[in-house]
């Protein structure tokens, strides 16, 4: 049964707003998606009203999950602080579980915060580190996975989040077809694969659809997929970061409760960075960087094994020296790892006894090591 705009509307209709008209007159709906059954739209409003509107949201999402055919509703509380002498007032303060909040996604914090007092931590998840790359194309998805495999083999429990919310690669990188589903509480279910609990937000939507999305909306979905998720006991929730070091990934490494961030790096200079340029952005909101990993870092025949240094291998290693993060590793340049990465099966599950996932698992246990001292630290 498909579910037509005009039936949400009908529903949203019947919703109350704090502004005393109806939620569909208050003139804070963003476009309705509504696709096979799956229905997502924001409701925008200033960040000092925010509070008044998490209600409005909840009810609005009720409201909307008891439309026949539903199978599926994400709506967003996205707030944006105006322009003016408003500006200057801090956001409501984020207190409740449901995980929606005021998201000011074109305001980079000018002051760093704590990184654990800014949002509370994930109940059931010891650890939330981010996977970033100051531009897109350097591997990051692809490592993202193998290194969440490569700690899954260490016998930690392993989350996955796609938060790369502008080109969700993961539902290609594992091959995952299928929708996930709502438990009891409402809350979606990851689906498992490899062991790994995985989302992302390319299982929800079409990946022109994520495209499009705005700034505000972009954190408040990554923020409902982090928190409206039903991810059980994990040691760590590995989150494939969007590419490049603009506000939006700012806002990001700001509004998760981050343990650390990892960089992935090709050894180009220009890669090299743009590296520096996503530690500069984590050291600004206090998120420790847990270290860079080179990847692309040599190239090694397919048929010889013979190392070829095309990208003048060592930059991401000297410049980790240089900054003084720690350097996790190197990960060839290889056909196997393109190969298998395209087909959904990655390297580290086809061939568990090759090269290529030791390679991943002695990076995951360094990260398992900088963890620990991470938290033995805080
Ligand atoms: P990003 O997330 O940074 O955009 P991806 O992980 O999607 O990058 O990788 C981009 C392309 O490079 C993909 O085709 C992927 O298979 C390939 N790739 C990534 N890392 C390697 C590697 N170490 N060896 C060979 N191919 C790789």
Redesign the pocket.
């Known amino acids: 049964m498909s579910v037509t705009q005009q039936q949400v509307l009908d529903a949203l209709a019947k919703v109350a707003s704090p502004r005393g008209v109806a939620l569909t007159n208050a003139g804070v709906l963003s476009a309705i998606t509504a696709n096979d059954g799956k229905v997502f739209f924001s409701i925008n409003v200033d960040a000092t009203e925010a509070r008044a509107w998490e209600g409005v949201r909840a009810a609005a999402e009720e409201a909307v999950r008891a439309i026949p055919g539903v199978t599926m509703a994400m709506i967003a509380l996205t707030a944006e602080r105006k322009a003016g002498p408003a500006a200057a007032a801090p956001p409501p303060p984020h207190s409740h579980s449901h995980g929606v909040q005021p998201a000011a996604a074109h305001k980079p914090p000018q002051s760093p915060a704590s990184p654990m007092s800014k949002q509370s931590e994930i109940p059931g998840i010891a650890a939330v580190i981010a996977v970033a790359?100051g531009k897109?194309?350097?591997?990051?998805?692809?490592?993202a996975l193998n290194l969440a495999l490569g700690l899954r083999d260490l016998g930690l429990r392993v989350g996955l989040l796609d938060a790369?919310i502008y080109?969700p690669?993961v539902p290609r990188?594992t091959g995952i077809r299928e929708k996930p589903q709502l438990n009891d509480d409402k809350k979606m279910i990851p689906i498992t694969r490899f062991g790994l609990a995985i989302m992302s937000i390319g299982f929800l939507v079409e990946e022109e659809t994520a495209m499009i999305w705005r700034g505000p909306m972009v954190m408040s979905a990554i923020t409902q997929m982090l928190r409206d998720v039903a991810w059980g006991t994990l040691d760590v929730l590995v989150v494939?970061m969007p590419?490049g070091t603009g506000d939006a990934q700012l806002t990001l490494a700001q509004n998760v409760p981050l343990k650390g961030a990892i960089i992935?790096s090709t050894p180009q200079d220009l890669s090299l960075i743009d590296a520096r340029r996503g530690l500069a952005m984590f050291r600004k909101v206090n998120v420790p960087v847990l270290g860079i990993i080179e990847?692309?870092s040599y190239f090694q025949c397919p048929h010889c094994g013979t190392q070829s240094d095309i990208f003048g291998h060592g930059g991401a290693r000297h410049e980790a020296e240089r900054l003084g993060v720690p350097f996790l590793g190197e990960?060839?340049?290889?056909?196997s790892?393109?190969a298998t990465?395209?087909s959904g099966t990655p390297v580290v599950e086809s061939e568990p006894d090759g090269p290529h996932a030791a390679i991943y698992r002695a990076i995951g246990a360094k990260v398992r090591e900088q963890l620990q001292g991470a938290t033995a630290a805080a």
């Open positions: 790359s897109g194309g350097v591997g990051k998805s692809t490592t790369d080109g690669s990188l494939d590419p992935i990847n692309m990960i060839p340049l290889h056909m790892i393109r990465s395209d």
